[in-house]
């Protein structure tokens, strides 16, 4: 007999190995995250998926998926605090949607709008963040950078280099890159590595490729992210 | 400096060991120069991204130079109870360096860290990295003569040095004197599964304050299917008001390390390491020497007691960061990394150390062990409560006559150990220090045991004159401050919290902001990644649970108080206009001219 969980009351196969995340999304059930994406080990950080397991507050993208876990997702409780959280990570950056390249394309700005943020209820940090325009075909704009280290993994476990780690400590944690002058344009980055391109917001950008797709006709200006994610991250739907 | 820190990495190949270079480059050159950093990049063969993300996450590394003598007060709130605020602005003047400061001669500089662990000998310090007791003006006077002299600290006078054990009250574990090597006995005459049962039925369990039954750890952490494993005793006591182990490793050192002896022969390890606090490197080389000791008197190193056990202990020193309390991040810690806690499960006794099973318990633990390896699980069970057996011992600090070291045995009750130390007109004390709770005078009837009052060994008593909002303040900013960053909720949760506790404290709150402050912590609380985040806001919250007329004290008559300073917002504007006149500046809140 195949192994279940329930989500929300919903029962879930799973298979042996798989978190409750990927159980999950493999039946079609969303739940909200931005650090996590299924090719790359879980990191765990933005705790936008937080469920309760049988009581207790986890991660869903690390915790492990056991028989008769009684899971939920969709709680008044869990929905408010992960707007709250999303607040968080919109007052501790520079996020003025209007005026950045990604909006539309953006996956914090996309899950605000599931979670129906409609403010940012914490006090705004601004704090002083640089832009590194060294590189001639891509920019790193830290201003909007969630620490999700989606880009470290993808250079390390895709693209077989280490061009990005997470540096500091506390609200200080900031993205660093791998040369001695701390410029992208030394590193041994590439405008094809998948590290350029899996950046949830538009901390990483491609130079002279904005606005190809016009606002209005991008990702997010139709779908929300629950549909997108279930209908790209998810294996089966891909093929 | 090519050679100096080739001459470094011949000792220490493996980027395991980077923290041990990177202190010796830091004392050498009082900041990790570039070169050092390319340097060790290729000799270890790691990034120079992980070099410098552990150099940015440690207190004690600097990328920028520090001074010659880099001068460190203690911040903890027993030291501002001692005059700390007072003998910094001293020290300010004496030695002309602004806190935070190289003196332009890059002869010292000045800061602020977190408590050193000497909470009842302080105000307390840290001049490289060596532990500073007693301060006061006429030793600071001294201080500032030997830094303007650059005498070097071998030739400072040991007394500024000087760290007291003062245990007040011993019981069954400080009590005993055992010989060196007699629990190692003990287990070869009885057997090694016979001394597991008897530390099982001594209902041992782990002294840092989570409480995990010892026994079963080690058991669980002997039945892994690995060929490796790793005993790791936790000396990383970071808890402000915490500072026990330092004198259990001081004076009950061979203790300990039998005691991690004993848990290598049960779980099958042939390496441990006392991870030792970076504050705490006035002991490293008394401990070095007890194991060089040990490892004479054939109980470390191979075949131990001809008993064919193989295991040796190596000392890891920290570099200033609370969160490697937390085990995971300990481990991490010891492989050379940032101590970032790591997602559970898997948990250290299945993969810890380098992935393989390891059994981390705190100094005490292994202490406690060691008697019950001598004594046998009765000798310890008979004393206690039910679910709490043997003794707990206390750092008690605060205002009291007699601050130091006391043992008791579990379920003593708040009184008898505030008329033992000698407090009088006590307004409440902090049980488990910051990440524990605030009790006040209506609970002192209250018992010290894992069923009533749970603590790792911090106690610290605030008399009648104290205002508790100073210790909000105080405990709510270190958590700010040693947050790793790692998840969303504490790193920009407890950043929210220090506003807004601050918001409050400097009387520009409203209603509100107590109902934020509190819905805050509550998510502080639920949400973040491990212990630090999910305790961060427990000074508030059991402050705000006692005393809510405290926090509404505070607050303006009005609903709403912006949460910034706006005349301060126009400053730059009316730097730019030449301007200072009344129409130039604005009120915080519009005043109704009716009132």
Not at chain 1, 212 to 237: C, F, N, T, W
Not at chain 2, 168 to 176: D, E, I, M, P, R
Request: net charge negative; hydrophobic share 35%; charged share 20%.
């Amino acid at each position: 007999m195949s192994k279940t969980i329930t989500i929300d009351g919903k029962t879930i196969p799973f298979e042996d190995g798989q978190t409750i995340m990927d159980a999950a999304m493999a039946a079609d059930v969303y739940i909200p995250h931005l650090c996590h994406q299924p090719e790359f080990t879980p990191h765990g950080s933005c705790k936008l998926c937080t469920v309760k397991v049988n009581g207790r507050n986890c991660s869903a993208c690390t915790f492990p998926a056991m028989d008769g876990q009684d899971v939920l997702s969709e709680t008044k409780e869990l929905i408010d605090d992960r707007k709250k959280i999303t607040q968080m990570l919109f007052v501790e950056g520079n996020h003025f949607c209007p005026s950045c390249e990604k909006t539309g394309n953006c996956q914090l700005q996309a899950v605000a709008y599931h979670l129906n943020m409609l403010d940012n209820h914490f006090p705004l940090f601004y704090p002083d963040r640089n832009v590194d325009a060294s590189h001639a075909e891509v920019m790193i704009d830290h201003n909007r950078c969630i620490f999700c280290a989606l880009c470290v993994r993808a250079s390390q476990q895709t693209d077989g280099k280490n061009v990005f780690a997470l540096s500091g400590r506390g609200i200080h944690k900031h993205l660093i890159v791998n040369a001695e002058s701390g410029l992208l344009k030394d590193t041994d980055v590439d405008v094809n590595d998948q590290a350029v391109h899996i950046c949830p917001t538009g901390a990483i950008l491609v130079k002279r490729t904005g606005y190809q797709v016009p606002i209005g006709e991008r990702i997010y200006d139709h779908q929300q992210i629950d549909q997108v994610a279930l209908a790209s991250e998810h294996p089966k739907h891909g093929k | 400096m090519r050679q100096f820190i080739q001459g470094i990495v011949e000792n220490n190949h493996q980027a395991t060991h980077l923290l041990q270079i990177l202190r010796q480059i830091q004392s050498r050159f009082h900041y990790i120069p570039e070169e050092a950093i390319e340097q060790l990049s290729g000799l270890l063969n790691i990034p120079r991204t992980q070099i410098i993300s552990v150099i940015e996450f440690y207190s004690f590394f600097h990328l920028t130079r520090r001074g010659r003598y880099e001068l460190l007060i203690s911040d903890s709130i027993t030291d501002h109870m001692l005059g700390k605020k007072d003998l910094l602005g001293y020290l300010e003047n004496k030695l002309a360096v602004a806190v935070g400061e190289v003196r332009s001669d890059g002869v010292v500089s000045l800061d602020n860290t977190s408590c050193t662990g000497m909470c009842d000998q302080g105000p307390a310090g840290l001049v490289n990295g060596y532990a500073l007791t007693h301060l006061d003006h006429s030793s600071i006077d001294k201080i500032a003569a030997l830094i303007n002299q650059q005498k070097p600290l071998s030739e400072w006078p040991g007394e500024l040095f000087q760290v007291d054990d003062n245990i007040h009250k011993s019981g069954l574990l400080l009590n005993q004197q055992l010989e060196q090597g007699a629990a190692l006995k003990a287990v070869l005459m009885r057997g090694i599964k016979e001394t597991l049962t008897e530390i099982d039925k001594s209902g041992l369990r782990g002294r840092g304050g989570a409480g995990f039954k010892t026994a079963m750890k080690w058991q669980f952490c002997s039945e892994e299917q690995q060929a490796e494993r790793y005993v790791v005793c936790n000396a990383d006591e970071g808890e402000p008001g915490t500072f026990k182990d330092r004198v259990l490793l001081n004076t009950y050192a061979d203790q300990v390390f039998e005691g991690m002896t004993v848990c290598a022969a049960i779980i099958g390890a042939k390496q441990g390491f006392l991870y030792l606090r970076g504050e705490y490197l006035h002991l490293h080389d008394k401990l070095q020497n007890i194991l060089e000791q040990r490892r004479r008197n054939g109980l470390l190193g191979t075949n131990i007691l001809d008993a064919g056990w193989n295991f040796d202990i190596e000392i890891c020193l920290g570099a200033g960061a609370y969160i490697c309390g937390e085990e995971s991040a300990l481990i991490e810690s010891l492989e050379g990394k940032a101590g970032i806690p790591r997602n559970r499960p898997p948990y250290p006794v299945t993969q810890g150390y380098l992935g393989k099973p390891t059994v981390v318990n705190n100094v005490e633990t292994f202490l406690a062990a060691a008697s019950i390896a001598v004594n046998g699980g009765d000798w310890f069970a008979h004393i206690g409560t039910e679910k709490s057996k043997g003794t707990k011992i206390l750092s008690i600090s605060g205002d009291c006559a007699r601050p130091g070291i006391y043992e008791y045995p579990f379920g003593v009750t708040v009184q008898t150990i505030l008329h033992d130390c000698g407090a009088d007109d006590v307004l409440g004390v902090q049980v488990g220090g910051p990440s524990g709770s605030f009790i006040s005078d209506q609970e002192f009837e209250r018992k010290l045991a894992f069923e009533d009052l749970a603590t790792g060994g911090s106690f610290i008593i605030f008399n009648t004159r104290r205002n508790i909002l100073d210790m909000v303040h105080n405990f709510t900013h270190f958590f700010a401050h040693e947050s790793c960053g790692f998840c969303t909720p504490c790193r920009v949760g407890t950043s929210l919290l220090q506003k807004q506790m601050d918001k409050i404290v400097e009387g520009h709150g409203s209603a509100g902001d107590v109902v934020a402050l509190e819905e805050l912590c509550q998510l502080v609380k639920n949400y973040s990644h491990c212990g630090l985040g999910q305790t961060a806001a427990n000074p508030i919250l059991t402050t705000l649970e006692r005393y809510p007329d405290l926090y509404q004290s505070r607050l303006k008559e009005i609903s709403y108080e912006p949460g910034f300073d706006l005349d301060g917002a126009l400053e730059t504007a009316r730097r730019m206009a030449n301007r200072d006149d009344a129409g130039a500046h604005l009120a915080q809140i519009e005043v109704n001219e009716h009132e």
